[in-house]
């Protein structure tokens, strides 16, 4: 028996989820990202449940390596571009695409003498993590276009600030970021500018291509939005087993460190579900569990294979009952502001060692 701790992955919310931004994205080039082993769901479930996506977009070769292999045979975009000389041998074979944020991407092309390489310019339109300054776009393309075998395809742009929650004037509004977009000198340029909060918080972001991600796997891209209101499902659910059940006295403390300290007499379940399967160490008493349809709180500092929560109150949970950690009852936007993060991080975190399950139905 494998431990009683298991990552549902819902190929019908994936699929689902991938027609709500189809629709959201009104005609244009769908790009589904898959870093980060798909968000924590598996690459090989991406691949099978986004076929209708006219391409995946990651940052690791070997994803694109294992795409191939699962006959994944549109197009792959590597959002980061290469990151040595010897990949963009790869990068040929496996028919990718690449982005290209600096110069010295350009100098390794020229050098290695390509026969066909898509090329996408990436804009630095206020983020100021990757990509070429609006200024620069002109002398860039110009150079990549000299070089036999290389093609641009487009512009790409990433906001910093897509989320209704950021509001406010800030140095990289969405509105400051088009702007700067809009000053390129080439203005007939191709663009793929808008991830899943500018797809779906921001219709004035135009372009002829978009990147969805994290909406793709259900989660809202703004916490204080849920995901019923955006209309899409959560597609993974962290659940694990209750394998025992402590009956304390007021007083007596659970787990490591004694943090919790019951004040009544407690019913208190163990959970199999610890930091070791990507449960954030981090997360404070009280933080909501679901089972058998209600919320019991944590009890006690999460150990790396389990973890405790006060079922007093919850007569239904037993020996054997299923625990949510996040999912499809609990948004794991809710539990990640437990402990001062998002979802995102949650999901991708997920670790190998919690076997997947995958779900079909409707
Ligand atoms: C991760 C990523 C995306 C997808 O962002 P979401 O917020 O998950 O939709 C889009 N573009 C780039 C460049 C990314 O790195």
């Known amino acids: 028996m494998p431990r009683p701790i298991f990552a549902e992955i819902d190929l019908h919310a994936l699929r689902h989820n991938l027609n709500v931004m189809r629709s959201k994205a009104e005609g244009r080039t769908l790009w589904a990202v898959v870093k ?3 968000y924590g769901h598996g690459l090989e479930n991406a691949v099978t449940a986004f076929a209708d996506a006219d391409g995946l977009a990651t940052i690791d070769l070997c994803d694109a390596e294992l795409a191939r292999r699962c006959r994944w045979q ?3 975009l590597l959002l980061e571009g290469f990151f040595d000389a010897s990949d963009i041998e790869r990068l040929e074979s496996l028919k990718v695409e690449t982005v290209i944020h600096s110069f010295w991407q350009i100098d390794l092309l020229r050098k290695a003498g390509v026969k ?4 996408h310019i990436k804009v630095n339109s206020g983020m100021n993590r990757l990509g070429f300054l609006p200024v620069e776009v002109n002398a860039v393309y110009d150079e990549l276009t000299s070089i036999p075998g290389v093609r641009v395809m487009d512009v790409v742009t990433h906001f910093a600030n897509a989320e209704p929650t950021y509001f406010g004037d800030r140095p990289a509004t969405v509105e400051k970021q088009l702007a700067r977009m809009g000053r390129l000198a080439r203005g007939g340029a191709a663009a793929c500018m808008a991830n899943s909060a500018a797809i779906l918080f921001h219709p004035e972001v135009g372009g002829e291509a978009v990147r969805a991600g994290v909406a793709l796997y259900g989660v809202s891209p703004d916490s204080h939005i849920s995901s019923e209101e955006l209309g899409i499902i959560p597609a993974m659910t962290l ?3 209750i394998i025992a059940i402590q009956e304390i006295p007021a007083g007596e403390a659970v787990g490591y460190g004694s943090r919790w300290i019951a004040k009544r007499h407690s019913r208190i379940a163990v959970v199999a579900c610890g930091y070791a399967d990507g449960y954030p160490r981090s997360m404070p008493d009280g ?4 089972v058998e349809g209600q919320i019991a709180p944590l009890t006690g500092s999460v150990s790396m294979d389990m973890l ?3 079922i007093t109150d919850i007569p239904a949970a037993q020996l054997g009952s299923r625990v949510e950690l996040w999912g499809r009852h609990l948004p794991v936007n809710r539990v990640a ?9 949650l999901i991708c975190a997920l670790a190998r060692r919690v076997p997947i399950v995958l779900r079909e139905d409707a």
């Open 239 to 241: 659940a694990a087993k």
């Open 36 to 38: 980060a082993n798909a």
């Open 74 to 76: 549109k197009r792959i």
């Open 308 to 310: 405790e929560i006060d």
């Open 287 to 290: 933080s909501p569990v679901w």
């Open 116 to 119: 066909d390489v898509r090329c």
């Open 337 to 345: 502001a437990c402990c001062g993060t998002i979802g995102y991080e």
